[in-house]
């Protein structure tokens, strides 16, 4: 898949600590792309390099294969994560404001602005003053105006704080949409659930280091950990018994219809089609799953490195 | 249209429609007008108030020929200064005024009981009759036939008539000194308000943009050149709406308002010294007028005069502004609050308070070494060229000012652009003069 944008070797140093050190990102276009990590990682620093906000201390970000010029962040939809309107003045006149500062035309504008007004169920807030606004209702503003060019690049910084659970979903429905109409989408959040629902990739920093990158499905699997649970009608102990050199029983419990639950860590010199041969054998097996760590999960391993 | 013509448009709508500017644009004129003009009609209705001084005249040569004006009021006193004051009291006077019996020989033997506090302009009305009266008296001793022909023959009243010798135009029509003096000035210091209140208004909204993290939104879609230059033309813009609002009052007040107002004699006088009328004294005896204020008037009902004035305003106002509001700019980017300003608004506020201690010196001479050189000086220029011109420069001293303002804001916008760039996504630590310097040459 094409790069969209490649950071290679970037490091920024601040006085008294450091931001990035040599961070390589690879972002492919037409993905959703998340970038994770505790506060104060240097998530926003690395997006604030991208767009050229911030110029690093060394290496460099390729757009589309070649160097990033000054040109190339007009090309960009970028939501910071300190949501900046002028509060003074009225949403939809603010709105018109900066989607012409984006090209387009005031006619075009006003007819984009209407369908999303009309989406997000906000037409009436076109002549409140945004200082009116509440922080979730100022948000929306601010994305829509982040999407209104339909730019080929989005960034979005902590997108979901300040939504409430239903908002952050529409949030959630229009960034797949933005994706699926062929933008690329690069967000940094906390948020782990939205990461494993809406991420096709992401990368993790901590402590100003990139520490895993991938695909979101891959680096699950790749750190499952050969942890599964069977479900059987039989003797547990036995085949606790049966199963103990290459098995760790991690949990066993028996519910009242007869059935039992099992959760096993199949040691890594071990074959997991014999291991369920053998539940078969001993008992009347139901079903046999692999546990795929959450995102939750490999985001708190990998940060206290333990992963 | 241009992403700085959008930002243009913002900055200047944003000011322009607020209920505040309207007010203060409309206002001020009729403010000012009053402040011309209430301190006269206070004057004019106070007279009523005159203040009753008894006069006790041992002499008997003064109390008569005391006259009463619109601010003290003479009576008799009778002859017994102790009975006058008692009197004075319950009749709750001003007071008394005792004149000695010998007061020909001896002037100082005048006295002035009062019951409450005395001013400057009621004891000089009573010094300068008696005097006046004493001084008739002893020239009367002298016994000289004909003396009243003889003191008016020996009377001289001077004026001055000022004329420009400009040597394309020959002797130009007659300038009142006074008249120049005081417009230069009021022009100097009204362009020293507008530098100073419009660039703190770019510094300010700077600041605020800074905060409110507008900035980030913006810069994937402007250049921050643009946002900058955005700002301060909008701004002038605003500036420049609010001038012509006032210099159209202003045109119609001295070619239309005024004129109909002032009595037909002094117009006529006003009109043939306009025409270039060259016995000015004459003029102003036609007119039953002091030839001094008629000139001045001459002046200031000159629409040309005015246009012309206000043509040069115009264009150093702008200049100026650019130039100090990219100052401004600068400074507001560079700081996160308006209280860590003050220090860095220094090299902006060091030369205007200086052309302002020159603007005072141009009353003496507009055409001095130091007038000159303060009004070429792009820093200085805005504020004492324009008040220069209301007493006639050549042109060509103009042209140059205005040719080195203009230049030296580009270089300014160049300086401040980079400052600017940095500075408005930097937040927390103030920067020193000595950071500035690396911003410059990142």
Redesign the interface.
């Known amino acids: 898949m094409a790069e969209i944008i490649r950071a290679e070797h970037v490091t920024k140093r601040f006085t008294g600590h450091t931001a990035l050190d040599d961070v390589t990102v690879s972002i492919p276009e037409g993905a959703v792309y998340g970038l994770l990590g505790p506060n104060g990682a240097g998530k926003t620093t690395l997006i604030?390099v991208i767009?050229?906000?911030?110029v690093p201390d060394s290496g460099k970000i390729l757009f589309n294969g070649r160097p990033m010029e000054?040109q190339d962040?007009?090309r960009?939809?970028?939501?910071?994560e300190?949501?900046?309107?002028?509060?003074?003045?009225k949403v939809g006149e603010q709105a018109l404001?900066?989607a012409?500062?984006?090209g387009l035309s005031r006619h075009e504008a006003l007819t984009r602005l209407k369908k999303w007004f009309v989406k997000f169920g906000i037409e009436d807030w076109w002549n409140k003053k945004v200082e009116d606004l509440s922080k979730g209702m100022a948000q929306k503003i601010?994305f829509i105006?982040?999407v209104l060019h339909e730019p080929k690049l989005l960034i979005f910084d902590e997108p979901f704080s300040g939504f409430d659970p239903i908002n952050a979903n529409l949030l959630k429905e229009e960034i797949l949409r933005l994706r699926d109409n062929g933008a690329t989408v690069i967000f940094s959040t906390h948020n782990m659930a939205s990461v494993e629902e809406i991420c096709d990739h992401i990368t993790l920093i901590n402590k100003s280091h990139n520490i895993l990158s991938g695909r979101v499905d891959e680096i699950r699997r790749s750190h499952g950990g050969n942890i599964f649970t069977a479900r059987f009608r039989g003797d547990a102990d036995a085949l606790a018994q049966r199963l103990a050199p290459s098995c760790e029983i991690m949990e066993s419990e028996n519910d009242l219809t007869g059935f039992s639950t099992m959760k096993l860590h199949v040691a890594d010199n071990a074959d997991v089609r014999s291991v369920i041969a053998a539940i078969n054998e001993e008992t009347e097996l139901r079903s046999f799953n692999e546990i795929i760590p959450s995102m939750n999960d490999i985001f708190i391993r990998a940060v206290n490195g333990t992963l | 249209m241009s992403n700085i013509g959008i930002i243009i448009g913002r900055e200047y709508r944003e000011r322009v429609y607020k209920k505040s500017f309207i007010l203060t644009t409309l206002l001020m004129p009729v403010l000012m007008l009053a402040i011309a003009i209430v301190p006269t009609l206070l004057i004019m209705f106070a007279h009523g108030d005159a203040k009753r001084i008894e006069v006790v005249d041992m002499s008997g040569k003064i109390a008569d020929r005391l006259e009463s004006n619109e601010f003290v009021e003479f009576t008799s006193g009778g002859n017994d200064l102790q009975q006058a004051l008692k009197k004075s009291l319950e009749d709750d006077n001003f007071g008394v005024l005792y004149v000695g019996e010998n007061i020909i020989a001896d002037p100082n033997d005048v006295k002035l009981y009062t019951n409450s506090s005395s001013s400057m302009t009621m004891e000089e009305s009573i010094t300068s009759q008696i005097s006046d009266i004493i001084e008739a008296e002893r020239l009367k001793e002298y016994n000289i036939n004909n003396l009243k022909e003889i003191m008016d023959n020996v009377r001289a009243d001077v004026h001055l008539s000022t004329f420009r010798n400009d040597a394309e135009e020959g002797v130009d029509k007659s300038v009142s000194s006074a008249a120049t003096g005081i417009v230069g000035i009021i022009l100097g210091f009204m362009l020293y308000m507008v530098l100073v209140i419009y660039g703190s208004i770019v510094m300010q909204s700077i600041i605020e943009e800074k905060n409110s993290r507008i900035l980030e939104v913006m810069v994937s879609t402007v250049r921050p050149f643009d946002m900058m230059m955005g700002k301060i033309l909008g701004v002038a813009l605003v500036a420049l709406t609010q001038m012509l609002i006032w210099g159209v009052i202003l045109i119609l007040i001295s070619a239309v308002i005024m004129p109909s107002l002032l009595p037909a004699d002094i117009m006529s006088g006003v009109a043939s010294i306009q025409a270039g009328a060259t016995d000015v004294a004459a003029v102003a005896q036609m007119s039953d007028i002091d030839p001094e204020a008629l000139t001045a008037l001459s002046s200031l009902l000159d629409a040309g005069y005015i246009a012309g004035i206000f043509a040069t305003f115009v264009i150093f106002m702008t200049g100026g502004f650019l130039l100090y509001a990219a100052m401004y700019a600068a400074v507001g980017a560079s700081v996160d609050e308006i209280q860590d300003a003050s220090q860095l608004q220094t090299p902006i506020m060091l030369p205007l308070l200086l052309a302002e201690i020159v603007l005072i010196m141009l009353l003496n001479d507009p055409n001095s070494k130091l007038a000159f050189w303060f009004s070429i000086i792009p820093f200085t220029s805005p504020i004492i060229m324009p008040a220069r011109v209301p007493s006639g420069i050549p042109l060509w001293e103009v042209i140059l000012s205005a040719v080195l303002l203009f230049a030296t804001f580009a270089a300014m916008v160049w300086v401040a652009a980079k400052i600017y760039r940095i500075g408005i996504f930097m937040h927390g630590k103030k920067p020193s003069f000595k950071e500035l310097w690396r911003w410059l040459r990142y």
Do not use: H
């Open positions: 604030r767009n050229r906000i911030t000054q962040v007009y960009i939809g970028y939501m910071p300190e949501r900046g309107l002028y509060r003074k003045m404001f900066l012409r500062l984006k601010q105006v982040t």
